[in-house]
């Protein structure tokens, strides 16, 4: 039986339904949240169709919180009568069986949404099977042209969809929004003799503007070339140049030091250095929520909270950590707009945009002033650093920069320390921000590290 979507008007009469409910069941507050989303992806292997497939999805959560802070989820993905009725007496047994926490409240005000966060493009909606497929074969065929060493085109993806949300609680908050989404990628092979090299390239956005999946299949190839038949060099102290995607990589990481949860759960090296200088002063990382089309940008969280901009490193001082409601209470400070869940889990807190601020200098100037380097495309084992002590041990791939211009492609390389003594190497910045997902990366130069090899 076909899914009837749930429009908003729909979602206010049953929300209000079920909150009271809530209320009545013993609840001192209460909230829902509904999530439709309708999908489409097409996956091409060496030109023929590998995936294909469309949907639509909703569901739709309740949380129940009783007088003690104790909390209860649960969601159903049928919206009908049978499934409504149970689901206020499913949350509430959640609820009483959960442990109590005073800090648990709901947000109790309005949020101002802003007219246009370029969240929503109507050409995403209107989007044909057959421009899909063009797109795909568009990417293969771009990919064999562009080097001729590609021996397969493993994957040609395209994804796009558009998401609607709604929030409603018992403090009488209510408010909803909707976003489209595109993505694609290429995976290559490329072979030469005896060498070969497995990589790709992908890219995500709010809006088909500007996106253009040309130039991401060039990408792929020139990204997958740039390592092929990488090796080891000599073991020694290299400044090491990040590319943007490396960078952003590294942020990844990062932007979980500063989650409020990690700080109060002592998972973070960041715990009691508010205002403490931890990284060069060229560094200046902030997380935005309301960044222009940004992939992780919403007028509210999962709370109902407004979302904003919030400076974490300052000149390499860190400014501030990243809250929901819960532990902004805990500490005495206001929520940062930073809630997330799903209709299935408890709020907890996470990044939304995050980046570093770009400096002034293009990349070129960064690497031609580097006279012994690696430029570095690729970490591996980023989740292995540990985020209590900093302390790490990763694989890189790139290339030999060799007074100033990039060489021979290298792999097989590690390099050791702490994270805290990398951010206090970055010299330089450039000025190529670039978002990959909801993380933004620059060029960025590391000086004097060392680098294991042969």
């Known amino acids: 039986m076909p899914i009837k979507p749930l429009k908003s008007e729909d979602f206010h009469v049953l929300s209000s339904r079920l909150?009271?409910?809530?209320?009545?069941?013993?609840?001192?507050?209460?909230?829902?949240?509904?999530?439709?989303?309708?999908?489409a992806l097409l996956s091409l292997k060496d030109g023929l169709p590998e995936k294909n497939s469309s949907g639509y999805g909703q569901g739709l959560g309740l949380r129940t919180i009783d007088p003690e802070g104790r909390q209860g989820m649960a969601y159903v993905n049928v919206i009908d009568e049978m499934n409504l009725d149970g689901l206020v007496e499913?949350?509430?047994n959640n609820c009483r069986v959960s442990e109590p926490d005073p800090d648990v409240v709901l947000h109790d005000g309005t949020v101002s949404i802003k007219e246009d966060l370029g969240l929503f493009d109507n050409e995403v909606v209107h989007i044909t099977p057959g421009a899909r497929f063009e797109r795909c074969r568009e990417m293969t065929a771009i990919a064999r042209e562009t080097d001729s060493r590609v021996v397969s085109v493993r994957s040609a993806s395209w994804a796009d969809?558009?998401?609607?949300?709604?929030?409603?609680?018992?403090?009488?908050?209510?408010?909803?929004?909707?976003?489209?989404?595109?993505?694609?990628?290429?995976?290559?092979?490329?072979?030469?003799?005896?060498?070969?090299?497995?990589?790709?390239?992908?890219?995500?956005?709010?809006?088909?503007?500007?996106?253009?999946?040309?130039?991401?299949?060039r990408e792929a190839v020139k990204r997958t070339s740039m390592t092929m038949g990488g090796k080891p060099s000599s073991t020694g102290r290299y400044d090491l140049v990040l590319d943007p995607e490396a960078t952003a990589s590294l942020l990844d990481f990062l932007g979980d030091l500063f989650l409020s949860s990690n700080i109060r759960k002592n998972k973070s090296l960041l715990k009691g250095k508010e205002g403490t200088r931890i990284g060069n002063p060229c560094i200046t990382l902030i997380d935005d929520g309301i960044l222009y089309g940004g992939m992780g940008t919403s007028p509210f969280d999962a709370e109902g909270s407004p979302t904003g901009t919030t400076r974490l490193l300052e000149k390499g001082v860190v400014r501030s950590f990243l809250?929901?409601?819960?532990?902004?209470s805990r500490d005495g400070v206001a929520s940062t707009g930073n809630a997330s869940r799903?209709?299935?889990s408890l709020p907890d807190v996470d990044v939304t945009n995050i980046y570093i601020q770009p400096g002034t200098k293009h990349p070129r100037e960064l690497i031609s002033s580097v006279s012994n380097g690696i430029f570095i495309t690729e970490f591996l084992g980023l989740h292995t650093i540990n985020p209590v002590s900093g302390d790490f041990s990763l694989g890189i791939?790139?290339?030999?920069?060799?007074?100033g211009a990039i060489g021979k492609p290298v792999a097989g390389m590690t390099i050791a320390?702490?994270?805290?003594?990398?951010?206090?190497?970055?010299?330089?910045?450039?000025?190529d921000l670039r978002f990959f997902g909801n993380t933004g990366g620059c060029t960025v130069v590391v000086k004097d590290v060392t680098a294991a090899g042969s």
């Open 161 to 217: 969809g558009r998401v609607h949300l709604c929030y409603a609680n018992t403090r009488g908050f209510m408010g909803s929004f909707n976003t489209t989404y595109v993505s694609c990628g290429v995976a290559v092979i490329l072979r030469s003799g005896d060498d070969h090299e497995m990589g790709g390239f992908g890219d995500e956005g709010r809006v088909l503007s500007g996106f253009d999946h040309t130039l991401i299949a």
């Open 397 to 403: 791939k790139g290339c030999i920069i060799d007074n």
């Open 90 to 92: 499913w949350s509430w």
């Open 417 to 431: 320390g702490n994270i805290l003594d990398v951010l206090d190497r970055i010299e330089e910045v450039a000025k």
């Open 19 to 39: 909150l009271k409910k809530a209320m009545a069941r013993g609840a001192a507050g209460a909230d829902v949240m509904f999530i439709s989303k309708k999908s």
């Open 323 to 328: 809250y929901n409601l819960k532990y902004a």
């Open 342 to 344: 799903s209709i299935s």
